[in-house]
């Protein structure tokens, strides 16, 4: 899995602690700890390695690489690398689990209806006056990165 | 501010990465995946470790997943408190009070995988009783159990769905689902016979029995 170059992030550190809203219209690495919210709409939200966030977040792309508790909610893309700890629920139209994260929750992937719109208008262009099939766009699914003495007792007969 | 747990868990995910996988035919998975193949916009509950493999599988088919690691979530320290006479318990109300819980959700199918052989004795009539509100009426759930052949050393493992009738299966440990133990095997709490499978699931509407070679019977419940 490609990690993005986080240069151009906002950077919150190691030893940074935040509570409350966070906003903002760029790319954040947060590394530190986040309690509260975290609203990226548009822009990408990577959770470092020592990153600790107890929040619900809103992005357009999320990769979590250290610990989540909170709902993802990515437009685009979210990812759980090996080292992330999540708990909570991802809505996104994409998603990429690698092998060893830890995921507690639901992963509901929603279609892209932008582009099923688009394909749509493509139909409706290319068949004239035909109305376009209801489901001609192919939806874009979830994808997940693979590399992603016992003492017995017999239980007796008449039942648990 | 201390959010989380603190472990270091590299170690332990090198030590999962390197155990090697296995493969094995599954009849009553077959059977399971014809309705996840013909179906559109099922819920489903893993309650094994979390598979990226079984999550994919199923969000590619249009299904919503949940994945919980009831094992894991059953060795929580702070269930333990000890009895009248001093022996270690499990606070089985506690842990339903805690896990198990999906407000507004009920499912088609539920994957217990070997959940079953390695749940502490307390919880799993309890669990099962859960699992049964969870379910949708014909909503169908998987189980494997180990026979009596099976020896005391039976790994505990984790399941990935291949596709058809394949499993591929990843040898588990404590300490896997980091919460900060060193890796250790996880006990085969007991075997169950037909019978006692039989009495376990009695609320259900049918139960389904296939039994594989590999000292295995798997378990296909319909509610």
Redesign the interface.
């Known amino acids: 899995m490609e990690t993005p170059k986080t240069a151009e992030f906002a950077h919150i550190g190691k030893s940074v602690i935040i509570k409350g809203e966070l906003s903002g219209s760029e790319d954040l690495y947060v590394d530190g700890q986040v309690e509260g919210s975290i609203e990226l709409s548009g822009n990408r939200l990577i959770i470092g390695p020592h990153g600790q966030v107890r929040a619900s977040v809103n992005a357009k792309g999320v990769i979590v690489q250290g610990k989540l508790d909170g709902n993802i909610r990515a437009s685009e893309r979210a990812e759980l690398t090996k080292s992330a700890i999540a708990v909570g629920d991802i809505v996104t139209q994409r998603i990429a689990i690698e092998e060893g994260a830890f995921f507690k929750g639901k992963v509901d992937i929603q279609k892209d209806t932008t582009q099923k719109d688009n394909a749509q208008k493509d139909a409706s262009k290319t068949e004239g006056a035909k109305p376009a099939p209801a489901a001609s766009a192919s939806a874009v699914a979830g994808s997940a990165a693979g590399a992603a003495t016992v003492a017995m007792k017999a239980i007796p007969n008449d039942g648990k | 501010?201390k959010?989380?747990g603190s472990s270091d868990?590299?170690a332990q995910?090198s030590a999962?990465?390197q155990r090697p996988k296995l493969t094995r035919r599954s009849s009553s998975l077959a059977q399971l995946i014809k309705t996840l193949d013909s179906e559109e916009t099922l819920c489903i509950l893993d309650l094994g470790s979390?598979?990226?493999?079984n999550?994919?599988y199923?969000?590619?088919?249009?299904h919503?997943?949940?994945?919980?690691?009831l094992l894991i979530s059953s060795t929580d320290p702070s269930l333990v408190s000890k009895d009248e006479a001093g022996k270690p318990t499990l606070d089985s109300k506690r842990f339903l009070e805690e896990n198990l819980v999906?407000p507004g959700?009920e499912f088609d199918i539920v994957l217990c995988w070997n959940l079953p052989d390695y749940l502490d004795?307390s919880l799993?009539?309890p669990v099962v009783g859960r699992l049964w509100s969870l379910l949708k009426p014909g909503g169908m759930l998987l189980a494997f159990f180990h026979t009596?052949e099976a020896g005391?050393?039976?790994p505990c493992y984790r399941y990935h769905i291949v596709g058809g009738d394949v499993l591929e299966m990843t040898h588990i440990a404590r300490g896997d689902?980091?919460k900060g133990a060193p890796p250790s095997?996880f006990?085969?709490?007991?075997?169950?016979?037909n019978?006692?499978i039989e009495?376990?699931f009695r609320d259900f509407a049918s139960i389904k029995f296939f039994l594989a070679r590999d000292n295995i019977r798997e378990v296909l419940v319909v509610r």
């Open positions: 501010m959010i989380f868990s590299t995910d999962a990465a979390t598979s990226p493999a999550i994919r199923c969000t590619e088919r249009g919503k997943i949940y994945s919980d690691d999906y959700a004795e799993v009539k009596q005391p050393d039976a689902g980091k095997k006990r085969l709490q007991r075997v169950f016979n019978r006692n009495n376990l």
